[in-house]
């Protein structure tokens, strides 16, 4: 995708995707000059196909599926530099949050699974458990990305040093964390919200 | 809550991290606070602010997650405690966000059933100790001051970014921490990498990516002279700690490690530095704490990886 040329015409320019973005995001892309300092200062853009400022310039052209397909939404640390240094007030880390929920939606097509994957476990131990369940989290982890061996060695360290409980509890409350994400369906099935 | 003749009393939101892999933040935010006289109720019943992957991917979720813990905080009295950056920034930037968008908030106190309490103060413990505890009022309480510990103030991303959010202090320069170390006796040095991305929570998705950024913030503090980091957040204690070994292993000979053999060329930067000291880690609290002389065992130091006691037995502090 990176290599290919970008071909400009109806066909490939999908605005639709760009107005979806901007709604989510509260932030206008066609505010940016590509001045290029978000990319400057951003610590992962060197892990990135397309850097920060890339994006944007990518969404101004209504080449979402080329922001999409790439790995770049998902080496985002959410570090907000972009968004404090941009002259134009681009709210850069809100529109990669509004990329990576539609990419999130959409389930793909990032090449970027192990993100995804971390994301979506830490969610749903929130809705099973109210708090977080570091060990459950790590070790789930490691098996459905297959990465057995993933720090293989920290793990009892962190366990004989109190960093890592063996059993976690219930929220005695859990049962409010399940309404709120019931209800946060319910209104996206309604329409009502993004 | 203003500073004077009432007992200065908070609310507290420890956060996931602070009962688990961060719990010597939690150990010393309460043994500071016990010496400093300074009351702190932990909010019952608290749940998970969604950190950075709620948000990543489910914003409407992040915002809900935060509202409902500032309803729960408001069966507290006093303005909300927060001691880890990430909880902070999320339940900052939930009332920030809020504030303004009147749609959002619908919808939150929808998914919330109840309305969004907006008001209740938000406060890092970096702010207490600094404005409303004060400063000179924190030099006064020293009881042995850290004389000689040359300290790396670390800020990471979230304490003061994006502007207006946080509240804590300015964006891009910030001094909260080195005004802190001062009033405690200590030496904050000059360096480059105070500000810097420690990597985050890809420490679970993406440990590469963590062991290059900490490394360049680890190299910074040594090339300025520091003995030791400061930081006020669980993940960049966690990254900068936990994994200072591995970071070792995967810089301190380019080209033969596994690591290098894994990542390739884009990886791994050149190190020419020599100086491969072990830096220990400290949270605010500790080091505040232990000025306040706090006794050392009630510091949580036996949980940290890189132990400190060596450096603190060093500068005549234990």
Not at chain 2, 148 to 174: F, I, M, N, S, W
Not at chain 2, 280 to 296: D, H, N
Request: with cysteine; aromatic share 6%; proline share 5%.
């Amino acid at each position: 995708m990176k290599n290919k040329l970008m071909h400009l015409s109806n066909e490939t320019m999908n605005v639709g995707f760009v107005k979806k973005v901007e709604a989510l995001s509260g932030s206008s892309v066609r505010r940016c000059f590509q001045c290029g300092k978000c990319s400057a200062g951003c610590p992962m853009s060197t892990f990135m196909e397309h850097p920060p400022n890339r994006i944007v310039r990518l969404l101004q052209l209504g080449q979402g599926q080329r922001v999409l397909a790439g790995r770049s939404i998902w080496y985002c640390a959410s570090c907000e530099t972009c968004t404090t240094r941009c002259p134009n007030k681009v709210d850069l880390a809100a529109i990669m949050d509004a990329l990576r929920k539609l990419s999130w939606d959409a389930d793909g097509p990032s090449k970027e699974s192990y993100v995804q994957l971390a994301n979506r476990l830490f969610i749903e131990n929130i809705r099973t458990y109210g708090r977080q369940y570091e060990l459950r989290l790590g070790a789930i982890f490691n098996m459905k990305s297959g990465q057995f061996l993933k720090d293989l060695m920290l793990g009892p360290k962190l366990i004989s040093k109190g960093k890592l409980k063996m059993f976690h509890s219930k929220n005695r409350n859990i049962g409010e964390i399940e309404g709120i994400f019931k209800r946060i369906e319910e209104m996206r099935k309604k329409g009502e919200a993004l | 809550m203003t500073p004077g003749k009432k007992k200065l009393s908070y609310s507290y939101y420890p956060g996931c991290s602070l009962h688990a892999s961060g719990r010597e933040y939690d150990i010393s935010t309460r043994a500071l606070f016990k010496a400093l006289n300074v009351g702190l109720k932990e909010v019952p019943d608290w749940f998970c602010c969604g950190a950075t992957p709620a948000h990543n991917v489910d914003e409407l979720l992040s915002l809900s997650l935060c509202a409902k813990n500032l309803s729960l905080a408001d069966q507290v009295e006093g303005d909300l405690a927060v001691a880890c950056a990430a909880c902070f920034s999320r339940l900052k930037t939930t009332q920030h966000h809020l504030k303004e968008d009147a749609t959002k908030r619908k919808q939150v106190e929808y998914a919330i059933d109840g309305p969004a309490s907006l008001n209740k103060p938000v406060k890092h413990i970096l702010e207490i100790l600094a404005r409303e505890y004060g400063l000179a009022k924190l030099e006064e309480s020293v009881k042995k001051p850290l004389m000689g510990l040359k300290v790396a103030a670390y800020y990471g991303c979230l304490l003061t970014r994006p502007p207006e959010v946080p509240e804590l202090d300015d964006c891009e320069d910030p001094s909260i921490m080195e005004d802190i170390l001062r009033a405690l006796g200590a030496e904050p040095v000059k360096w480059s990498h105070r500000m810097e991305c420690c990597g985050a929570n890809f420490t679970l998705s993406r440990p590469g990516v963590v062991l290059k950024l900490s490394n360049a913030i680890l190299e910074s503090a040594r090339l300025a002279g520091a003995d030791c980091i400061m930081v006020a957040c669980p993940l960049c204690h966690g990254n900068l700690d936990i994994r200072q070994k591995e970071i070792k292993e995967a810089f301190g000979a380019p080209d033969s490690t596994l690591f290098g053999s894994i990542f390739g060329s884009d990886l791994p930067i050149a190190n020419t530095s020599e100086d491969r000291r072990d830096l220990p880690i400290f949270y605010i609290t500790q080091l505040a704490a232990l000025a306040m002389g706090v006794a050392s065992q009630s510091l949580g130091f036996e949980s940290v990886i890189i132990d400190p006691k060596p450096l603190l037995r060093d500068k005549q502090l234990l």
